[in-house]
């Protein structure tokens, strides 16, 4: 006879709580992955609204094509003008948006995650500022091409990322201690980039003004290509860490005691973090609030207690490709995207404010 073990009253508190939530089991054995039925459908629908946001964006403009146009094109079909407009004109527009609005989102995500903190975002805590400061360091000193332009960006966004973290790790690098320290330095950063385009030549500062505001204006293949070179590595790293970032979220002391390297995990996200940043600076300068969003509405529609970088990555690429489709064709004059963001981000920060200071009362 098989005696029956009664669970301490500790160990039924511990126990998974079953909130109706429904998971898909990918594949077998060691590589199985299990996924959330709905995050799953709203995943999907992101991405559906992504594509069908993206033919859009490849069909509109001065010379318009219709949707069907545009797949053909995209097929190798149709006229060899309407593949001349897509490939050649708009096609690197729509996948820098994409592309580089999944890694501010990413990275956002990543931050929240390790700081536990829903306004620690790249943007906020100025390592955007920081990078477009090396960035335009490298092009006011050494009159940069692109690849000197992205070391120079991500130099100035890890410096950046160091000099928050020394003066708020004293206190305690959570809370609003560390927004505030982010926010001086961001501050300071936006004023020494001020002061280096009242000091160069008027066309270098114009170039860098525009690029200042985040344009995708100007978005060629070489510089996307070689930004989505450099993204997919970290992507790899993330992608290996996922299981220990997961960990975090149970605390430092449990991490440790299930086999995870807490503060090395985290060093090497907010380094992955920082570099998925300094890259979509580098092609389209500072875009705010894309990272400071797009993780938290993906956590809200998915309904998960946790932030998922998939549904955080493809809400940032609808996001960023939104704002321009809005900036170019809605609006009666063409912004640049980042004034677009700004606009809208601003919103959502006081919200986001509001709501946090509810909680904590």
Do not use: K
Not at 56 to 75: C, E, H, I, K, M
Not at 229 to 246: D, E, M, N, S
Not at 318 to 329: E, G, K, N, T, V
């Amino acid at each position: 006879m098989t005696a029956t073990r009664t669970p301490t009253p500790t160990e039924d508190r511990l126990e998974p709580v079953d909130l109706g939530y429904r998971q898909l089991r990918l594949g077998a054995g060691p590589i199985a992955v299990s996924v959330r039925l709905r995050s799953a459908i709203v995943g999907a629908a992101v991405a559906a609204a992504v594509l069908v946001l993206g033919i859009l964006g490849l069909g509109l403009g001065t010379y318009p094509l219709s949707p069907d146009a545009v797949v053909r094109a995209l097929l190798g079909g149709g006229d060899a003008l309407d593949r001349t407009v897509v490939y050649e004109w708009r096609l690197a527009r729509v996948i820098a948006a994409i592309t580089l609005g999944a890694f501010l989102a990413v990275a956002g995500a990543l931050f929240q995650t390790v700081t536990r903190n829903p306004l620690a975002s790249p943007d906020i805590l100025g390592l955007s500022n920081g990078a477009f400061t090396g960035m335009l360091v490298s092009v006011v000193v050494f009159s940069a091409s692109w690849p000197l332009m992205t070391a120079g960006a991500v130099i100035g966004g890890l410096l950046t990322a160091l000099v928050i973290w020394a003066f708020a790790h004293r206190g305690g690098a959570q809370g609003f201690r560390l927004i505030v320290i982010g926010i001086g330095v961001s501050a300071m950063l936006a004023s020494a980039n001020t002061w280096m385009l009242l000091e160069v030549e008027l066309e270098t500062a114009m170039f860098a003004s525009a690029w200042g505001a985040g344009t995708l204006n100007g978005v060629t293949g070489p510089p996307l290509a070689g930004a989505i070179a450099c993204g997919i590595p970290l992507f790899a790293v993330l992608l290996f860490l996922a299981p220990q970032l997961r960990q975090l979220d149970l605390g430092d002391d449990v991490a440790a005691a299930t086999g995870a390297r807490p503060q090395l995990v985290r060093a090497l996200v907010l380094l992955a973090a920082v570099g998925l940043v300094s890259i979509s600076t580098a092609v389209i300068g500072p875009v705010a609030f894309i990272a400071l969003a797009a993780p938290q509405i993906a956590r809200r529609i998915a309904r998960t207690p946790y932030l998922s970088l998939p549904l955080a990555a493809l809400v940032g690429a609808l996001l960023l490709l939104a704002s321009d489709l809005i900036a170019q064709h809605v609006l009666p004059v063409t912004l640049p995207v980042g004034v677009v963001t700004v606009s809208v981000g601003g919103l959502y920060l006081v919200v986001t404010i509001v709501q946090e200071i509810r909680r904590r009362a």
